[in-house]
């Protein structure tokens, strides 16, 4: 088992342009969240997808915007993109509802450079 | 609001020291507290919850609800000990785990 995949591992991006990132979650986890690191902070929350719906979402504006598919995997995409959003973005897979332990499976991140 | 506060960026201790890591948190329903452990070169994963009243490498942590803390403590670190670790609480039946800012602990030989 792999465990959670995540790719670009780096990337660099012009203000205003627009990034999509993935994720395929650990085998057997139907629940992706997202998470940005913005450097010497913890991760803060975007948002969760369950069953293809954003379940929860962060304190983040519009410009994120996420999809999951049937197999589970999961998009972020950021329009517009400001200096601000460099960041290091994580993502996390664990079972949905029922089975919810609340342990996280982390990805390696993908490392987001705004210029 | 919901907030996870913890006080050190950076602790330094020398191997065979005991080692406290704080955490306070702010929430005012009945909270689910992780930490969360990041090694050099590794990703980040679960240490311990309170719910498992676990201890892990020798890390215990109590939930204190009366100091609204969870602080992680071992009796005798470890050189592999040093990492960064991150206090994390989620909201029950909200699903969202926020994180503290980190704290690099060091255990020096």
């Known amino acids: 088992d792999a465990g959670v995949t995540q790719s670009p591992t780096h990337l660099i991006k012009t203000r205003g342009q627009q990034v999509t990132l993935r994720c395929s979650p650990k085998s057997g986890h139907d629940t992706v969240s997202w998470y940005q690191q913005a450097l010497g902070q913890g991760p803060q929350f975007i948002f969760q997808y369950y069953e293809e719906e954003e379940r929860q979402r962060g304190n983040f504006p519009d410009r994120f915007s996420g999809h999951q598919f049937p197999n589970y995997s999961s998009e972020l995409n950021v329009n517009a993109l400001l200096l601000g959003d460099s960041a290091l973005y994580l993502c996390?897979?664990?079972?949905?509802?029922?089975?919810?332990?609340?342990?996280?499976?982390f990805g390696e991140g993908s490392r987001l450079t705004v210029l | 609001a919901q907030r996870v506060t913890q006080p050190e960026k950076l602790l330094s201790v020398f191997k065979g020291a005991p080692v406290e890591l704080k955490c306070n948190y702010s929430?005012?329903?009945?909270?689910?507290l992780f930490w969360y452990v990041q090694y050099s070169r590794q990703r980040l994963q679960l240490l311990l919850r309170h719910i498992s009243r676990e201890s892990i490498k020798g890390f215990t942590a109590d939930l204190n609800k009366g100091e609204t803390s969870f602080h992680l403590k071992k009796p005798f670190a470890q050189e592999e000990d040093s990492a960064m670790y991150y206090c994390a609480l989620r909201i029950v039946n909200n699903n969202d785990m926020r994180f503290g800012a980190g704290t690099r602990l060091t255990v020096k030989p």
């Open positions: 929430y005012s329903g009945s909270p689910e």
């Open positions: 996390a897979s664990s079972l949905g509802r029922g089975a919810n332990t609340g342990e996280l499976f």
